[in-house]
């Protein structure tokens, strides 16, 4: 089983307009729903790849129940913890016209101490049945920055291997706690090193505590410095589409490949695979499942020669 | 007891945003829900009048389930009708910079013809203790284009005074059922009619079956039209502020005139005095009370002569 971890839960809804005018009045056309949050896109494309995959983290409220609601009819397994607050909205406002969308993300609710606690609790049950573990996204309000760097440190005494893919401060410190992979995008990775050249940030981050980094770099493909070498895949051609959940796609490609124990080429290739067949579907956070067999066989991958 | 119906309730959602860019991300700063609807928002200002209120229309779904909740705490009394479908939201999106909001609407769940069965009976049991009834706002999906002609008639049937405000077909065919009263603004009005000029507009909805009408003009007050005569009432001064709920105000003040039986410029007066203290408030659909009470002697009627 593969686990995930989204601590600020989502309901993403998407709204149609024929095209957003800043102080004016607009009937949106039609209403979708669905589960949100990183981890959850992640578990998403995990249980599409056939893995048997669990969420946690917190929802609540009436938009937590809404959530779970959806996520009831998806293949991963519910293990979010209730909290008093409510769950967060973002609302994405797409433009027919344009295909370009709008987005307002909601704070998320406030987290207090003895539910930081329960979920904790829950976490640990959890791990003693994961190969795996990605912890994902944004924290809530309320609960502290080291949050993650508790979280990695509790996977790793479990023995459990463990990706972090969040941003600033709580990257910052779970970093610090070593976890095994790290797979920030250019802009994180620079803000953490101050370094914007992709393979000196990479080897710095190494440095700060991360055993493995993946930094994903756009239609660039994605660059990986580990502990037995350095590579950099790439798709066979620029694509173009909607990146919306590209980068989910990315960890569930590597988080896979660690618990099926590939190698570190064969996690690239998957991964860089999946966001590719992301960009290419219509739909924002889905895969195109025949775009990704095909992108299997022609992501290149080279090894850096230090 | 005063009965306002709204057909088409919503949960009405405030985002604050620095500032609302199109197509790129923004963090909402702050969340802010009320239960919303036109009929909903006259029932809150009778209700600050001092008067029993009750209001009925359709709820449903995780989002009436919120709305419900949020009224409870009111005092307008709930007899909404439950729907399978879920309740609409409406979302502004308050930019914090200039003030200005950005409204996205969603359309409203469909109802069907048991519904609409079941929402019958529930108005004729209603109008039995009612003084007077508002018939306020759009229909939702599935309700037939000639629905407030059908409660207009009932209500007729019931003695129960009646005022309509809606747009469009609704109104079109809502006016041929004779209601006691229409509150147009000119917009709607030169719709209706075909005619601009408000006074001779006003007379052309009176010949197609409106027994009274008002028609609100926005900073130049309004223009009432009755088989007792004709009158004009109009703010002492030009103010600025959010006009966001002045109309529902205004409803509310011709509603309750009609239902204590105060003659037409004292119903005038108080519709004036309570839309502009609503435009003054600095929350949208509020009012002023202090601005209302002072305005009450300050607002100038002038009858017209044939």
Redesign the interface.
């Known amino acids: 089983m593969i686990l995930t971890v989204t601590l600020n839960t989502a309901l993403d809804v998407t ?1 149609a ?1 024929p095209a ?10 039609e ?1 979708t729903e669905r589960p949100g949050g990183k981890g959850l896109n992640v578990a998403r494309v995990l249980a599409a790849l056939g893995h048997d995959t669990v969420v946690t983290g917190f929802a609540g409220g ?2 937590g ?2 959530l779970r609601d959806l996520l009831a009819a998806l293949p991963p397994r519910d293990a979010l913890v209730t909290v008093a607050g409510n769950t967060r909205r973002t ?1 994405a ?1 797409a ?1 027919a016209a ?1 295909g ?8 998320g609710p406030h987290v207090s101490a003895e539910e930081w606690a329960g979920f904790l609790r829950t976490y640990e049950d959890l791990l003693t049945g994961a190969d795996a573990v990605a912890l994902c996204g944004s924290l809530p309000p309320g609960i502290h920055v080291g949050a993650y760097a508790e979280l990695v440190r509790t996977a790793r005494t479990a023995g459990v291997p463990v990706l972090l893919d969040t941003s600033g401060e709580p990257l910052r410190r779970g970093i610090a706690a070593r976890p095994d992979l790290v797979k920030p995008n250019a802009d994180e990775l620079a803000q953490l090193t101050g370094a914007r050249e992709p393979l000196r940030a990479a080897h710095d981050a190494r440095r700060r505590g991360a055993h493995s980094v993946v930094a994903s770099l756009g239609p660039d493909g994605m660059l990986a410095v580990t502990p037995d070498g350095a590579w950099r895949a790439v798709p066979p051609a620029a694509v173009r589409g909607n990146p919306t959940g590209a980068g989910d796609s990315a960890v569930a490609g590597l988080i896979s490949g660690i618990a099926e124990g590939l190698s570190w080429p064969d996690r690239l290739i998957r991964a860089v695979a999946l966001s590719t067949a992301t960009v290419l579907a219509p739909a924002a956070g889905e895969f195109d499942s025949a775009a990704y067999e095909d992108l299997l066989t022609r992501v290149g991958v080279q090894q850096h020669t230090a």
Request: charged share 15%; net charge negative; hydrophobic share 35%.
């Open positions: 709204y307009v957003l005018v800043p102080h004016s009045s607009h009937r949106v056309t209403v009436p938009t129940a809404v609302i406002v433009d344009t370009d969308t709008t987005q307002l993300n909601e704070p």
